[in-house]
């Protein structure tokens, strides 16, 4: 038998002798035996923060100053071989030594596990011993050499990067191949000396052909020999290709707070909300970010998540025999930390997970973040694993995207309906001239973007946008000297609380006051605002808050239970209190133990609170639990099943709301309007003055109550911020060129438009019918105008209507009482008289212009007028003919007179006059005069007329009267010389004269006379043409009839005949 020793390594050595600082002892374990290591921190940095790299040396001199030295030795009963027991010993600057005490677990988790050793030089002695290397837990199973570190402290001393993990990983992968490779080459010997031990015993046997069975076993040994050897080869090129561990890259984090159970509950809060990041030089690995300034808003947010969970567990209902357990991180208020977190939340704090890097998350679901920025990425992150991410207060509208964020929910509204909301707010008090600030973060960016569109819709005009980070305080700066130039008066801030502090400070700073703000959600409750300075900047402000919820318990809580379960810490008054050996955290922490003054405004801790039993109710459904039988712990739970599961919750939690969410994963958008008031004890109070529910139909949804609001300033009266002053009724708005709409002047409404509101953008036309009041504020009836009796014009023309006619009946009255005297004898005195009584009529059918027109004065004054006047020129027509037939009938043989006698006088008369009768007749069948209302001459006023129908009709009539006037004018004008001291032929033709000249010019005055006007004119040419008439033929004769009677004889008639 032959034993095969194969001596795989021993006796490395290494001596550092350059002095490390800040050593620090790491505690690690391995199969039972604790040892203490020590090595240089920036080693540690160097590589990977808390990767503790053991170096092992050998140092063959004299030690110098405070040194380490590490030896481990076995003792073997077998083989007579002789090692020494494992021992670590520390050896002090007196060359003293002594061991250091084991401990039972290896801890290297927590800050308190940390010592820091002095200064000095490190040597490590070890002698064919194994040496842990932390977070490395397969390489301790392999039990590999610490070559790896050796080569990379060499690195150092060298000049040239440490690389610990690609030495480890060599080293790994040659331990590997060396045991392997051992272990084949052992078999293939094994079997080399089997075979031959056969051989021998064949010879002994004395087995026939014994040549031949020795030939045939050297030829299977060779062809067994053979295969080992490619086996061999195969299994040292599988070995070279694949390391046997999946570890974390990078250091671990670890949560602030933990607690273990069935299924894990993670969160990410903004504990601190201030980190400061180191200077890059290119040239190092960046340290860690250094977070600050404890945020006690998120560290609520934090308790109310341990408060729901802690409830859930001791619940008999929900999951009774599943305890959920916690992780909770710190993100510092950083997209950078949260991405930290988020990986650590997903890997846990193993530094390896086996030979395989797929398995479930930490946790299987996640609470957070409180920024949406923060959110996305820890959404965007998780995605694709299908982790469930529910936030309490992240408001994007981007994250209801559910192809990008599927997994993704939140127990609160989109910012869709706040900023739409702000932009009603603004518009419902007037507000067209605002400034806006946001923060240049998603939440910021995407919240601005919705609140311009819709202000935009509104009218609302914003005079300038401006965004900053919380990093940029050259950015901040410049914001504050716009506000401080801008005219607008109210400012909508779509800031993160961390962004509206800073601000505030600025704005305080610098005294810029006086101004309205209007907050989201994010700020507008936010007690880490209420300064002593900061209600002289945002008093009086107005916003939007998550409705106030509160739930049994948490301020107990919140405000005592926490500290005393969490921290370890009691109380023993209001001042003071006593900690003890146990608490777990540092004094930045504890010393706000008694601040509790925002435990009455904690608004998103309902969210949170929702957020927790949503995920329980979750896990409710898939562990299938019942209060008698429990949960089932065979199934397995995945995160996304969990995310299937939240799709469909919907459950109402002890206070009374109803949980579920919708298809974008939010809730319902329901708001608190709120106002920033001081009380009666100078504390600032945020005090509701109306609601937001888009819940409710269109109309309710907006309530506010305007008298409860105190505005900036203390003042009652509500603050006026717009770019033109308000144009009142009667005017409208015309914009001021190169200038936003809301900046315009104020132009007053043309005649006949109006405008009845405020800032109109036009004016409006009356109707036909109406016209504009002088305010251009309304619109009145027009003025209906036409030729009343009682306006001065018409009293005239009545009296001059009246006299003519009282003249007319006068005349004919004379020439009753003289019919037979020899001057109305010789005149034809029948034909006077019916001339006379047509000229009286002709009187009268003028106060048919005047008065309101009606269908029947339409078509009464029109053919009253041809009628009348027809009949009139045909009396002269007719006396005209007498005289010339009498004149006929003097001359030697004349018979004329027998043929123009009284009957034939009548009836020419009539002839003509019926022919003006049935032209009338025609007129009013086919298309008769009505009244008519003219607005097209006047704009203010409406013309009320007579329209002719058919003027076709009018003018026939109208000429046929000039007709026979022309013919009476030419007949009369022949017969001007003939001898006759009462010539009535010169009387006729003056009068014809004196008409024809009359309605001449009453054409181009009818035509061109507005309104009324047209009447009067056409009443004056009839009551000068009847004047004329009348004056021109009959005034001679009553001046002769009664001043001069002595001339009406027969003797003088026939002696003025004689003597022509």
Not at 137 to 163: F, L, W, Y
Not at 168 to 195: C, D, N, P, W
Not at 496 to 510: C, F, G, R, T
Not at 976 to 995: C, V, W
């Given at each position: 038998?032959?034993?095969?020793?194969?001596?795989?390594?021993?006796?490395?050595?290494?001596?550092?002798?350059?002095?490390?600082?800040?050593?620090?002892?790491?505690?690690?374990?391995?199969?039972?035996?604790?040892?203490?290591?020590?090595?240089?921190?920036?080693?540690?940095?160097?590589?990977?923060?808390?990767?503790?790299?053991?170096?092992?040396?050998?140092?063959?001199?004299?030690?110098?100053?405070?040194?380490?030295?590490?030896?481990?030795?076995?003792?073997?009963?077998?083989?007579?071989?002789?090692?020494?027991?494992?021992?670590?010993?520390?050896?002090?600057?007196?060359?003293?030594?002594?061991?250091?005490?084991?401990?039972?677990?290896?801890?290297?988790?927590?800050?308190?596990?940390?010592?820091?050793?002095?200064?000095?030089?490190?040597?490590?002695?070890?002698?064919?011993?194994?040496?842990?290397?932390?977070?490395?837990?397969?390489?301790?199973?392999?039990?590999?050499?610490?070559?790896?570190?050796?080569?990379?402290?060499?690195?150092?001393?060298?000049?040239?990067?440490?690389?610990?993990?690609?030495?480890?990983?060599?080293?790994?992968?040659?331990?590997?191949?060396?045991?392997?490779?051992?272990?084949?080459?052992?078999?293939?010997?094994?079997?080399?000396?089997?075979?031959?031990?056969?051989?021998?015993?064949?010879?002994?046997?004395?087995?026939?052909?014994?040549?031949?069975?020795?030939?045939?076993?050297?030829?299977?040994?060779?062809?067994?020999?053979?295969?080992?050897?490619?086996?061999?080869?195969?299994?040292?090129?599988?070995?070279?290709?694949?390391?046997?561990?999946?570890?974390?890259?990078?250091?671990?984090?670890?949560?602030?707070?933990?607690?273990?159970?069935?299924?894990?509950?993670?969160?990410?809060?903004?504990?601190?909300?201030?980190?400061?990041?180191?200077?890059?030089?290119?040239?190092?690995?960046?340290?860690?970010?250094?977070?600050?300034?404890?945020?006690?808003?998120?560290?609520?947010?934090?308790?109310?998540?341990?408060?729901?969970?802690?409830?859930?567990?001791?619940?008999?209902?929900?999951?009774?025999?599943?305890?959920?357990?916690?992780?909770?991180?710190?993100?510092?208020?950083?997209?950078?930390?949260?991405?930290?977190?988020?990986?650590?939340?997903?890997?846990?704090?193993?530094?390896?997970?086996?030979?395989?890097?797929?398995?479930?998350?930490?946790?299987?679901?996640?609470?957070?973040?409180?920024?949406?920025?923060?959110?996305?990425?820890?959404?965007?992150?998780?995605?694709?694993?299908?982790?469930?991410?529910?936030?309490?207060?992240?408001?994007?509208?981007?994250?209801?995207?559910?192809?990008?964020?599927?997994?993704?929910?939140?127990?609160?509204?989109?910012?869709?309906?706040?900023?739409?909301?702000?932009?009603?707010?603004?518009?419902?008090?007037?507000?067209?001239?605002?400034?806006?600030?946001?923060?240049?973060?998603?939440?910021?960016?995407?919240?601005?973007?919705?609140?311009?569109?819709?202000?935009?819709?509104?009218?609302?005009?914003?005079?300038?946008?401006?965004?900053?980070?919380?990093?940029?305080?050259?950015?901040?700066?410049?914001?504050?000297?716009?506000?401080?130039?801008?005219?607008?008066?109210?400012?909508?801030?779509?800031?993160?609380?961390?962004?509206?502090?800073?601000?505030?400070?600025?704005?305080?700073?610098?005294?810029?006051?006086?101004?309205?703000?209007?907050?989201?959600?994010?700020?507008?409750?936010?007690?880490?605002?209420?300064?002593?300075?900061?209600?002289?900047?945002?008093?009086?402000?107005?916003?939007?808050?998550?409705?106030?919820?509160?739930?049994?318990?948490?301020?107990?809580?919140?405000?005592?239970?926490?500290?005393?379960?969490?921290?370890?810490?009691?109380?023993?008054?209001?001042?003071?209190?006593?900690?003890?050996?146990?608490?777990?955290?540092?004094?930045?922490?504890?010393?706000?133990?008694?601040?509790?003054?925002?435990?009455?405004?904690?608004?998103?801790?309902?969210?949170?609170?929702?957020?927790?039993?949503?995920?329980?109710?979750?896990?409710?459904?898939?562990?299938?639990?019942?209060?008698?039988?429990?949960?089932?712990?065979?199934?397995?739970?995945?995160?996304?099943?969990?995310?299937?599961?939240?799709?469909?919750?919907?459950?109402?939690?002890?206070?009374?709301?109803?949980?579920?969410?919708?298809?974008?994963?939010?809730?319902?958008?329901?708001?608190?309007?709120?106002?920033?008031?001081?009380?009666?004890?100078?504390?600032?109070?945020?005090?509701?003055?109306?609601?937001?529910?888009?819940?409710?139909?269109?109309?309710?949804?907006?309530?506010?109550?305007?008298?409860?609001?105190?505005?900036?300033?203390?003042?009652?009266?509500?603050?006026?911020?717009?770019?033109?002053?308000?144009?009142?009724?009667?005017?409208?708005?015309?914009?001021?060129?190169?200038?936003?709409?809301?900046?315009?002047?104020?132009?007053?409404?043309?005649?006949?438009?109006?405008?009845?509101?405020?800032?109109?953008?036009?004016?409006?036309?009356?109707?036909?019918?109406?016209?504009?009041?002088?305010?251009?504020?309304?619109?009145?009836?027009?003025?209906?105008?036409?030729?009343?009796?009682?306006?001065?014009?018409?009293?005239?023309?009545?009296?001059?209507?009246?006299?003519?006619?009282?003249?007319?009946?006068?005349?004919?009255?004379?020439?009753?009482?003289?019919?037979?005297?020899?001057?109305?004898?010789?005149?034809?005195?029948?034909?006077?008289?019916?001339?006379?009584?047509?000229?009286?009529?002709?009187?009268?059918?003028?106060?048919?212009?005047?008065?309101?027109?009606?269908?029947?004065?339409?078509?009464?004054?029109?053919?009253?007028?041809?009628?009348?006047?027809?009949?009139?020129?045909?009396?002269?027509?007719?006396?005209?003919?007498?005289?010339?037939?009498?004149?006929?009938?003097?001359?030697?043989?004349?018979?004329?007179?027998?043929?123009?006698?009284?009957?034939?006088?009548?009836?020419?008369?009539?002839?003509?006059?019926?022919?003006?009768?049935?032209?009338?007749?025609?007129?009013?069948?086919i298309n008769p005069p009505f009244p008519f209302k003219n607005m097209k001459h006047y704009k203010d006023k409406i013309i009320l007329e007579c329209a002719l129908g058919s003027p076709v009709g009018f003018w026939v009539v109208l000429g046929y009267i000039g007709l026979l006037a022309v013919l009476c004018f030419v007949l009369a004008f022949l017969a001007r010389k003939l001898p006759d001291n009462f010539n009535e032929a010169k009387l006729i033709t003056f009068s014809m004269l004196i008409f024809c000249a009359v309605w001449i010019t009453f054409i181009p005055a009818y035509v061109s006379s507005p309104g009324k006007f047209t009447v009067a004119v056409e009443i004056f040419a009839i009551l000068a043409s009847s004047y004329g008439l009348l004056l021109s033929i009959f005034a001679p004769k009553c001046f002769i009839i009664v001043f001069k009677p002595k001339l009406n004889t027969k003797k003088h008639l026939m002696g003025k005949m004689g003597s022509n």
């Amino acid at each position: 038998m032959i034993d095969v020793y194969l001596t795989v390594w021993s006796g490395y050595q290494m001596i550092k002798p350059k002095p490390f600082h800040d050593i620090t002892t790491w505690k690690c374990g391995l199969e039972g035996h604790q040892h203490h290591y020590s090595f240089p921190q920036n080693t540690r940095d160097t590589e990977d923060k808390g990767d503790a790299e053991c170096c092992v040396s050998q140092h063959a001199g004299p030690l110098r100053g405070p040194a380490y030295e590490g030896q481990r030795t076995q003792e073997t009963q077998s083989q007579g071989e002789e090692q020494q027991e494992a021992q670590l010993r520390v050896v002090g600057p007196d060359n003293r030594s002594f061991p250091v005490s084991e401990e039972n677990e290896c801890h290297n988790s927590s800050p308190k596990n940390f010592m820091t050793l002095l200064p000095g030089s490190l040597a490590l002695k070890a002698i064919n011993t194994t040496i842990v290397f932390p977070r490395t837990q397969e390489i301790q199973r392999t039990k590999v050499m610490p070559n790896a570190v050796c080569r990379s402290m060499q690195d150092h001393s060298e000049g040239r990067p440490m690389k610990v993990r690609e030495h480890r990983k060599q080293r790994v992968k040659e331990k590997s191949s060396r045991k392997l490779s051992s272990e084949l080459l052992a078999l293939t010997i094994g079997v080399f000396l089997y075979l031959k031990k056969m051989n021998a015993t064949t010879a002994v046997i004395h087995v026939p052909n014994k040549d031949a069975a020795w030939k045939m076993s050297e030829v299977i040994a060779g062809l067994i020999f053979m295969g080992l050897l490619l086996a061999f080869r195969a299994a040292d090129g599988a070995a070279e290709r694949e390391a046997p561990f999946c570890q974390i890259l990078g250091s671990l984090e670890f949560p602030l707070l933990s607690k273990e159970g069935d299924v894990m509950i993670g969160g990410a809060f903004s504990i601190h909300s201030k980190i400061t990041q180191p200077q890059l030089s290119f040239t190092e690995k960046p340290t860690r970010l250094t977070c600050s300034s404890v945020n006690l808003r998120e560290f609520r947010f934090a308790q109310t998540m341990i408060f729901a969970i802690e409830e859930i567990n001791k619940s008999e209902f929900l999951l009774p025999n599943v305890s959920i357990g916690y992780r909770i991180y710190d993100n510092c208020g950083s997209t950078l930390s949260s991405m930290r977190a988020v990986m650590a939340l997903m890997n846990g704090d193993e530094w390896t997970v086996g030979k395989s890097c797929s398995s479930q998350s930490a946790v299987h679901a996640i609470i957070g973040e409180s920024e949406s920025s923060s959110t996305i990425v820890l959404s965007r992150t998780t995605g694709p694993f299908k982790i469930p991410v529910i936030s309490h207060s992240a408001t994007c509208e981007c994250l209801s995207n559910r192809n990008e964020y599927p997994s993704f929910f939140r127990t609160i509204a989109s910012d869709l309906h706040q900023s739409r909301a702000l932009a009603q707010l603004v518009k419902h008090f007037g507000w067209t001239w605002v400034g806006a600030v946001n923060s240049d973060s998603d939440y910021g960016n995407n919240g601005m973007a919705i609140f311009l569109a819709a202000a935009q819709e509104e009218g609302v005009c914003v005079e300038y946008t401006e965004k900053f980070h919380r990093e940029e305080p050259e950015k901040l700066m410049k914001v504050v000297e716009v506000i401080r130039k801008s005219t607008a008066r109210v400012i909508v801030g779509f800031l993160a609380h961390v962004e509206m502090n800073n601000l505030l400070e600025q704005l305080s700073l610098h005294n810029i006051t006086g101004l309205q703000f209007i907050g989201v959600e994010a700020w507008i409750t936010a007690d880490s605002l209420v300064t002593p300075t900061s209600f002289s900047v945002l008093g009086g402000s107005l916003g939007f808050a998550v409705q106030k919820a509160s739930v049994s318990g948490l301020d107990d809580f919140l405000i005592k239970d926490f500290w005393e379960t969490e921290f370890k810490c009691k109380e023993t008054n209001g001042a003071t209190m006593t900690e003890t050996p146990q608490c777990k955290e540092k004094n930045d922490l504890i010393d706000l133990k008694d601040y509790d003054d925002d435990v009455a405004e904690l608004r998103y801790s309902s969210n949170i609170y929702k957020a927790i039993y949503a995920v329980a109710h979750s896990l409710h459904s898939i562990l299938k639990c019942f209060k008698s039988q429990g949960c089932d712990h065979t199934l397995k739970v995945t995160p996304w099943q969990v995310v299937e599961s939240l799709k469909q919750v919907n459950f109402t939690i002890k206070n009374g709301d109803q949980v579920w969410f919708d298809s974008t994963g939010a809730t319902v958008a329901r708001y608190e309007v709120v106002n920033w008031q001081r009380g009666s004890d100078d504390s600032v109070q945020f005090k509701p003055v109306g609601y937001y529910d888009a819940s409710l139909p269109p109309g309710q949804k907006f309530v506010l109550k305007t008298e409860a609001i105190i505005w900036p300033g203390e003042k009652t009266e509500l603050p006026v911020s717009v770019c033109s002053e308000r144009c009142h009724p009667g005017t409208y708005k015309v914009l001021q060129k190169g200038k936003p709409v809301c900046c315009y002047d104020c132009i007053p409404c043309a005649e006949g438009e109006i405008s009845n509101s405020t800032d109109s953008n036009d004016c409006k036309k009356c109707p036909e019918e109406y016209w504009s009041n002088q305010n251009r504020d309304a619109c009145v009836l027009k003025n209906v105008e036409f030729l009343y009796f009682t306006e001065v014009m018409g009293i005239i023309l009545v009296f001059f209507t009246l006299f003519g006619a009282l003249l007319t009946l006068t005349v004919a009255t004379i020439f009753l009482f003289n019919k037979d005297s020899p001057l109305v004898k010789a005149n034809n005195s029948e034909l006077s008289f019916l001339l006379l009584f047509s000229l009286t009529l002709c009187f009268l059918c003028s106060l048919t212009f005047i008065g309101r027109p009606s269908e029947w004065s339409c078509m009464l004054r029109h053919t009253a007028f041809g009628i009348t006047f027809v009949l009139c020129i045909s009396c002269v027509l007719g006396k005209t003919l007498v005289v010339l037939m009498a004149f006929r009938a003097t001359l030697p043989g004349s018979n004329v007179m027998k043929w123009f006698g009284p009957a034939q006088q009548r009836l020419t008369v009539l002839t003509f006059t019926l022919i003006q009768v049935i032209i009338c007749i025609l007129w009013l069948i086919i298309n008769p005069p009505f009244p008519f209302k003219n607005m097209k001459h006047y704009k203010d006023k409406i013309i009320l007329e007579c329209a002719l129908g058919s003027p076709v009709g009018f003018w026939v009539v109208l000429g046929y009267i000039g007709l026979l006037a022309v013919l009476c004018f030419v007949l009369a004008f022949l017969a001007r010389k003939l001898p006759d001291n009462f010539n009535e032929a010169k009387l006729i033709t003056f009068s014809m004269l004196i008409f024809c000249a009359v309605w001449i010019t009453f054409i181009p005055a009818y035509v061109s006379s507005p309104g009324k006007f047209t009447v009067a004119v056409e009443i004056f040419a009839i009551l000068a043409s009847s004047y004329g008439l009348l004056l021109s033929i009959f005034a001679p004769k009553c001046f002769i009839i009664v001043f001069k009677p002595k001339l009406n004889t027969k003797k003088h008639l026939m002696g003025k005949m004689g003597s022509n």
